[in-house]
């Protein structure tokens, strides 16, 4: 059977993926990281995600089909530093596979009660 874990960061930035790794493991969540799309859907593949938080900049989305992981995934949370305006656009055009879209910066109790919402809405 498959390691489980609570949530999959994805974000070309490697310090933002780890501190907001080390916010969601103070809260007693087990979380991997990626720095890209591919290498998320490699850990994807070898084990069970319950949650995905995904840097806006870093998916790279064509379309709605287009997704970080596969559609059987599990709830995705996407991080953008680009403004309300660039959330609303990305909400209008994949709002079916997110589970929530926020805004940079994302103070960490904000993070932890979001991710809770999603892993248990998973």
Request: aromatic share 2%; net charge negative; hydrophobic share 50%.
């Amino acid at each position: 059977m498959a390691e489980v874990v609570d949530v999959l960061v994805i974000d070309d930035a490697s310090d933002v993926a780890e501190s907001t790794a080390d916010v969601l493991r103070s809260a007693g969540l087990s979380v991997a990281t990626a720095s890209n799309v591919p290498e998320a859907r490699q850990i994807a593949a070898a084990q069970r995600v319950r949650a995905v938080i995904v840097d806006q900049s870093t998916a790279e989305w064509a379309d709605a089909a287009d997704t970080p992981v596969p559609h059987t995934a599990p709830p995705i949370i996407v991080v953008s530093g680009m403004g309300r305006e660039s959330i609303e656009e990305l909400e209008a055009r994949h709002g079916d596979c997110l589970f929530a879209c926020l805004a940079k910066p994302v103070l960490p109790g904000t993070l932890i009660e979001v991710v809770r919402a999603a892993l248990a809405a998973g």
